[in-house]
């Protein structure tokens, strides 16, 4: 059998039937993957075997609020062993601007014109990136 690494398009469907074991096991809801969540599991190196895969499929599915990436960068940096395949560029972009407008929503309890104005943004960008993100505002209200 091949390993992770080389694995690529099968890791997303790995990932998401270990996210449904998990979700099913302790009967919470299934939460999809976005765009940015499948990019980073297709992007990274995988040094690990079908059991790293696993085990951030387990976080993911069973902490709110969380990304792929955040799962992967946790990894890394309590790992120093320097196989590890670093997360690229356009990723961190991503996660970062995701925790940005995640920060700001949760600042502003959900109240979006706040948001709007804390990160001088037009509604149609702010709603276009909370959807990319996954992002919902009802879950930050108070």
């Keep these: 059998m091949p390993d992770l690494r080389h694995r690529g398009s099968d890791i997303p469907l790995l990932f998401e039937h270990f996210c449904r074991i998990a979700v099913k096991e302790r009967?919470?809801?299934f939460k999809q993957l976005s765009p940015?969540?499948?990019e980073t599991l297709t992007l990274y190196g995988w040094p690990g075997n079908v059991r790293e895969l696993r085990n951030v499929a387990l976080r993911y599915a069973l902490e709110p609020n969380?990304?792929?990436a955040k799962i992967l960068a946790g990894y890394q940096a309590?790992?120093?062993?320097?196989?590890?395949?670093?997360l690229p560029l356009s990723v961190k972009?991503?996660?970062?601007?995701?925790?940005?407008?995640?920060?700001?929503?949760r600042q502003?309890?959900?109240?979006i014109q706040l948001v709007l104005e804390q990160l001088q943004l037009?509604?149609?960008?702010?709603?276009?990136?909370?959807q990319k993100?996954?992002?919902n505002r009802a879950d930050y209200l108070d």
């Design 133 to 135: 993100y996954g992002l």
């Design 36 to 38: 940015i969540d499948h």
């Design 66 to 68: 969380t990304s792929v």
């Design 108 to 111: 502003q309890k959900g109240n």
């Design 122 to 130: 037009p509604r149609r960008t702010l709603n276009q990136k909370m």
């Design 27 to 29: 009967g919470k809801d």
């Design 93 to 105: 972009v991503q996660e970062f601007e995701r925790s940005l407008i995640e920060a700001s929503i």
């Design 78 to 86: 309590q790992d120093d062993i320097d196989t590890i395949t670093p």
